[in-house]
């Protein structure tokens, strides 16, 4: 039999022949065996994922076209439009993206920030815009400032009805 012993001399616990212990250092992660057959039985798929809140899209089915427009350009943790290349998504690429022209792309973003949808951000002299965290989400978290921007929305409070 063996022993895990304290620095003081105390016996912590009993060991069995058939166990094995580790030292585990801070920062190490533990993989349990489950994790392992886990990964071995499934496979990554190369696509990006957002999350979606499905009742707040349900409720603005109207722009159901414009809003899934919108979502593939979503930054993690940031919320901020951006295209691909990481540049910021300004006014002027609105409409292209949703597939309007000027005047009535530039209406409906009105309206999606009327409707706490999306929010315009003013930096210097031109603008960018961030996408509501409770209605579109990459990322298990997001920033504190988009989290302050957003928090008082009615979509923070929508109940899932299972």
């Keep these: 039999m063996k ?23 801070t920062g190490d992660r533990v993989v349990r065996s489950a994790s392992i057959e886990y990964l071995e039985d499934t496979v990554p798929i190369k696509i990006k994922f957002i999350k979606l809140n499905p009742i707040a899209c ?3 089915y109207e722009y159901g076209s414009e809003l899934f427009s919108l979502f593939q350009y979503v930054d993690f943790q940031t919320g901020i439009l951006r295209f691909s290349n990481g540049r910021r998504i300004r006014s002027k690429h609105l409409a292209g ?30 603008c960018y815009y961030t996408m509501n965290p409770y209605l579109c989400l990459k990322g298990k978290r997001v920033t504190k400032s988009l989290y302050e921007d957003f928090r008082n929305t009615k979509y923070r409070n929508i109940e899932w009805e299972f």
Excluded: F
Excluded at 114 to 124: A, C, F, L, N, Q
């Design 58 to 60: 349900n409720e603005l």
């Design 97 to 126: 993206i949703l597939r309007k022209k000027r005047r009535s792309g530039g209406r409906i973003i009105e309206e999606l920030i009327e409707k706490d949808v999306i929010h315009k951000h003013k930096e210097g002299k031109s």
């Design 3 to 25: 022993y895990l012993v304290a620095e003081d001399g105390t016996v912590i616990e009993e060991i069995n022949e058939n166990e094995n212990l580790v030292k585990v250092k």
